[in-house]
């Protein structure tokens, strides 16, 4: 196909409003519409368990999709300073990445002023457009892009590794853009556009990912699970020229980094309204410290105001503009959890939310996380109200008590011990429970809390 032919494709498919309308493009398209043109996702047809058993909420799957963009725009940042990210010069950490290339000391995000924030923010976007009940979600990122020849070996690849050797960087498992996508209607659709930055001759390339469709003959063969595929052409995935594109960002042009689509996102209770509050309320509380800021953006409504910075539970606590916040503690867990003899130093902070008669701050701030276990300020596991009433024994500040457990300092085989590969869950064993009951001791001896209690 001539360039312009691939770029009218790529733009037939990014404006389609919802799943039916890109169900009905592959079935009018010679190309599109040929098994033959399609790859499974990973180079193996044997991929299903892997898109299919990694979060079980939809927000949690958008949160992994943050992450990597997060982790793009570290890595754009650390080729910008000349730095190989996986030599002994290269940050050590996502937090120590964030200060050398973002100025943004222990990510306080308040010491920007708005205008500072924004402009970061702006490099990453999630976009609602199309339909109203199951929206197209946008993720852009002004990161550091592929290019289409690379697809194959990173966003399109599976078990590899790819950022094992970068300290700074949150993926480790090379399966984060998977989750999303079982959340994408019923034909599970997502676009995948990038072009490589700081390369003059890069090009923009682009490949549609869906559930492959089994054919009779595949159901006569007994064909006991489909697999997930990528839009080929000619076993390559496209691509085309172009210096700027309009692909519906908050005050830019896209120019390089990556831009995926969702299609017909199913949002879980709570989130099907206007992603300028719904979903800043959840990214809030799933990113308690987070490393960078970003931006939400819904296109579906007339509305004054149509977008927010998302900048993290803890910088808005921090911040309390709206004086919510009645007390905060800080602790230090010192431990060696039983594990080689080695003391770990784990941060505890508590935040106490003042009595509101509508519970505001447990809509805002908490949800039902009331126990949170982070890493790089990503929620890894949590607990909700009982933990707050029965394990802690303070039943009046169920409601408006929210905790954090930060476990950046553990040691690598600790944190794979404690944490599910899908960062929803930890995992429930002996570990797990003695962090968990070393951290109630720890708070159950608080006097600030209890006297808070008493007074309730």
């Given at each position: ?21 890109v ?5 009018n398209?010679?190309i ?16 299903f368990?892997?898109?299919e ?5 939809p927000?949690?799957a958008?949160?992994?999709k ?18 190989n990210?996986?030599s002994?010069d ?7 990445a ?12 308040n010491d ?12 990453i976007q999630v ?15 002004n ?14 690849s599976?078990?590899?590794g ?12 090379n ?13 599970k ?9 700081n390369e ?6 682009f ?48 120019e ?5 689509q ?8 709570g989130?099907?309204?206007?992603i ?6 959840s ?5 308690y410290?987070?490393?960078l ?10 509305l ?9 539970n ?9 004086n ?12 060696d ?6 003391y770990f130093?784990?941060?505890?902070n ?14 805002q701030?908490?949800?039902?996380k009331?126990?949170?276990f982070?890493?790089?300020g ?11 009433s029965?394990?802690?024994g ?20 600790v ?6 590969s ?5 995992k ?29």
């Amino acid at each position: 196909m001539k360039d312009i032919q691939v770029k009218e494709l790529f733009f037939k498919l990014f404006n389609c409003k919802n799943e039916a309308e890109v169900e009905q493009i592959i079935l009018n398209d010679d190309i599109l519409k040929n098994n033959a043109n399609w790859k499974p996702y990973g180079g193996n047809k044997n991929n299903f368990g892997t898109f299919e058993n990694q979060q079980n909420h939809p927000i949690p799957a958008l949160v992994e999709k943050i992450t990597n963009s997060i982790d793009a725009c570290l890595m754009k940042k650390c080729y910008e300073y000349d730095v190989n990210p996986i030599s002994k010069d290269a940050p050590k950490t996502m937090y120590e990445a964030v200060e050398k290339f973002y100025g943004i000391k222990d990510c306080n995000m308040n010491d920007l002023t708005d205008k500072e924030r924004r402009a970061i923010a702006e490099d990453i976007q999630v976009i609602a457009t199309g339909d109203m009940g199951q929206p197209n979600i946008r993720i852009y990122d002004n990161g550091e892009g592929q290019l289409p020849e690379k697809f194959e070996e990173t966003l399109l690849s599976l078990h590899r590794g790819n950022k094992i050797k970068i300290p700074f960087a949150q993926g480790k498992y090379n399966m984060g853009s998977t989750g999303a996508v079982v959340f994408c209607g019923d034909k599970k659709y997502q676009l995948i556009g990038s072009k490589r930055a700081n390369e003059d001759s890069a090009k923009f390339g682009f490949t549609l990912v869906r559930k492959h469709p089994l054919t009779q003959s595949e159901k006569d063969e007994n064909y006991r699970s489909t697999w997930y595929e990528y839009f080929t052409i000619e076993g390559k995935v496209p691509f085309f020229k172009a210096e700027s594109l309009d692909l519906g960002l908050k005050n830019r042009n896209f120019e390089s980094g990556t831009i995926i689509q969702l299609y017909s996102f199913q949002p879980a209770h709570g989130n099907k309204g206007n992603i300028s509050t719904d979903l800043y309320r959840s990214f809030n509380q799933y990113f308690y410290d987070l490393p960078l800021p970003f931006l939400v953006y819904d296109t579906r409504y007339d509305l004054k105001i149509d977008n927010k910075v998302i900048k993290g539970n803890r910088n808005r606590i921090d911040d309390d503009t709206n004086n919510n916040v009645e007390r905060t503690i800080s602790l230090v867990l010192e431990t060696d959890l039983d594990v080689n003899n080695s003391y770990f130093k784990i941060p505890v902070n508590i935040t106490v939310f003042k009595i509101q008669t509508n519970n505001e701050q447990d809509r805002q701030y908490i949800g039902n996380k009331n126990l949170i276990f982070t890493l790089n300020g990503q929620v890894h596991g949590y607990e909700g109200q009982s933990f707050i009433s029965k394990d802690l024994g303070f039943p009046l500040l169920k409601r408006c008590t929210l905790i954090s457990v930060d476990c950046n300092y553990l040691p690598v085989d600790v944190m794979q011990e404690l944490f599910m590969s899908n960062r929803t869950h930890l995992k429930q064993g002996k570990l797990t429970e003695r962090l968990r009951e070393e951290v109630i001791d720890l708070i159950k001896k608080n006097n600030t809390l209890k006297d808070i209690n008493e007074k309730r």
